[in-house]
């Protein structure tokens, strides 16, 4: 099955990320991915992914998945 790829940019608005992807990808999928790897740090990252998360869910009624390593995970989205 295919699915729309987003690879999150967390110097970029959430929100607005969210909506551009779902504007370009549409609404008739049955999941989306999220790719969330950019190894850098920034400020609030892991609630801004979260903001992005939860509005594309908002938009398509499906629970975004999230690829990522257990490294990344660990280093940068843990609180």
């Not at 987003?6 to 929100?15: T, V």
């Not at 609630?47 to 869910?57: G, H, T, Y």
């Amino acid at each position: 099955a295919h699915a729309p790829y987003h690879f999150y940019q967390p110097a970029l608005d959430p929100s607005a990320q969210a909506e551009h992807f779902i504007r370009t990808a549409g609404k008739s999928y049955p999941r989306y991915i999220v790719n969330v790897e950019v190894a850098e740090h920034y400020e609030n990252h892991t609630q801004s992914v979260l903001a992005f998360l939860q509005r594309v869910e908002q938009l398509t009624n499906t629970k975004p998945v999230i690829y990522t390593s257990s490294g990344y995970w660990n280093e940068f989205m843990r609180p």
